[in-house]
């Protein structure tokens, strides 16, 4: 796609890429705004360097994807339902990492969001980057045959082991002294999504499991289902399909969690890194 008001240039070989031109502070025109939104659907994940957001700045770089939405368990930063403070402090070394495993974001609701704006307050010195998997291409790639058997098949998804009663963070375990998640029972709950879903704007489809959020497949035991779904974690992740950011503080990334998967790399233990989130509403996964 040709760009006239921002430069795009990929950062992998599936997905990922950075814009440049672009203050997020201010409001774009309507030209660079859509050019943005097109890059973004182009590349399922767009990052940006040198911004300086204060939270209702950030919120309106966010409306430029979709509209901020408030996430449960996660506490919000003070006025602000829609925006989450991600923390790991230098004295929370050999704690998990917040998003330290591959997921898509909230896939336990039956709106999953629809994507994440995240930037960088403060980084460690080296490490500490974000890996995002490309789920269209992790579908594509696939045999005919397993695509035909995956098209008919619908997901069991919990939020159990990160925000209910399998919670790595219960009882205040794991999480950095720095972020409060309220794990209870209400993360137990159970949604159904297809296991191959239809991105809403582009129509390409995708892959839709993740080995935080998905439980089994419908109507089948968890034993029966680890199998394929192992199959399917190790095929998303290929390198070929996985992108890696490098933050600097004044970072941004947008990524479309309707058809990527993100792991935050934890290795930067004895040093601080803060990231800012703010959550976009999802649609129902067809
Ligand atoms: C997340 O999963 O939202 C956090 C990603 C990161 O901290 O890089």
Known sequence: MAYETIQVT???????????????ARPLSNRQAQEVHDAFLEHSVVFFRDQRLDPEQQKRAARL???????????SLDGHPEIIDIVKEAEDAGKYNFGGNWHTDT???ETPALGSLLYALEVPPRGG?????????????LSPGMRALLDGLTAVHTGSRSYGSQSKFQGGKNQ??????????????LVEHPVVRTHPETGRKCLFVNPNYTLRFKDMTEAESKPLLDFLYA?????????????RAGSVAV????????RAVNDYDGHRRHVRRVTLQGDRPH
């Open 255 to 262: 990524w479309d969690n309707r058809c990527t998967m993100h």
């Open 176 to 189: 950095s002294v720095s972020m409060a998640i309220d794990a209870n029972a209400d993360g137990d709950r």
């Open 107 to 109: 896939t336990f609701l």
């Open 10 to 24: 990929p950062i992998g070989g599936s997905i990922g890429a950075e814009i440049a031109g672009v203050d997020l």
């Open 235 to 247: 095929h998303a992740i290929r390198d070929e399909f996985v992108c890696r950011f490098p933050w």
């Open 129 to 141: 980057d974000t890996l995002f998997a490309d789920l269209h291409a992790a579908y594509e790639t």
């Open 65 to 75: 994807f979709g509209e901020p939405v408030a996430i449960p368990f996660v506490k």
